[in-house]
T-cell receptor
Framework: DSGVTQTPKHLITATGQRVTLRCSPR?????VYWYQQSLDQGLQFLIQ???????AKGNILERFSAQQFPDLHSELNLSSLELGDSALYFC?????????FGPGTRLTVT | EDQVTQSPEALRLQEGESSSLNCSYT??????LFWYRQDPGKGPEFLFT???AGEEKEKERLKATLTKKESFLHITAPKPEDSATYLC?????????????FGTGTRLLVSP
């Protein structure tokens, strides 16, 4: 158990809808990262927050947004969902170099 | 652009048959190289961080090594419970960002 929690475990939704994925980092970790893992592309970095501020962006679509709250939990919002957004979404947290990953949210868009 | 290439894509071993997984990387400046283990449908589990060429780290049957261009994950006398996908990732020191750039992994299957 990494200490990073994610909810929900599974999400099934229709195209065009909007969903919110939630992540709670390990106690004491200020950085939160979001990654997407699809079968054809492997693990891809989306975005990083540090102590409530956006720190770095990867290839995150404009339809996706994230935020980190004062209690350090983070949410990833995905809107206008398309079939291609179906993937595993992981959150990771760190206080040093090593990133510890949560169990992921499996999103299925039908 | 940072790149990570892992080989082989898949590896099948008999229990006790030692082998090595390769991770080749291209990065403007290496801040760290990371190995993770991932079981199907689960999150990556952190194994090792290597920071400089010549460094080695060990954990049970696993040993990770690093050169200026690649890293190896040596698996000694593997057991069926070592079956998983092993992921390699790099973090560069030039951009100042802490994102990880991952390879596509090596799927390891150890048969009893």
């Amino acid at each position: 158990d990494s200490g990073v929690t994610q909810t929900p475990k599974h999400l099934i939704t229709a195209t065009g809808q909007r969903v919110t994925l939630r992540c709670s980092p390990r106690s004491g970790d200020l950085s939160v990262y979001w990654y997407q893992q699809s079968l054809d592309q492997g693990l891809q970095f989306l975005i990083q927050y540090y102590n409530g501020e956006e720190r770095a962006k990867g290839n995150i679509l404009e339809r996706f947004s994230a935020q980190q709250f004062p209690d350090l939990h983070s949410e990833l919002n995905l809107s206008s969902l398309e079939l291609g957004d179906s993937a595993l979404y992981f959150c990771a947290s760190s206080r040093g170099s090593e990133q510890y990953f949560g169990p992921g949210t499996r999103l299925t868009v039908t | 652009e940072d790149q990570v290439t892992q080989s082989p894509e898949a590896l099948r071993l008999q229990e006790g048959e030692s082998s090595s997984l390769n991770c080749s990387y291209t990065v403007s400046g290496l801040r760290g190289l990371f190995w993770y283990r991932q079981d199907p449908g689960k999150g990556p589990e952190f194994l090792f961080t290597l920071y400089s060429a010549g460094e080695e780290k060990e954990k049970e049957r696993l040993k990770a090594t690093l050169t200026k261009k690649e890293s190896f994950l040596h698996i000694t006398a593997p057991k069926p419970e070592d079956s998983a996908t092993y992921l390699c990732a790099v973090q560069d020191s030039v951009s100042g960002f802490q994102k990880l750039v991952f390879g596509t992994g090596t799927r390891l299957l150890v048969s009893p």
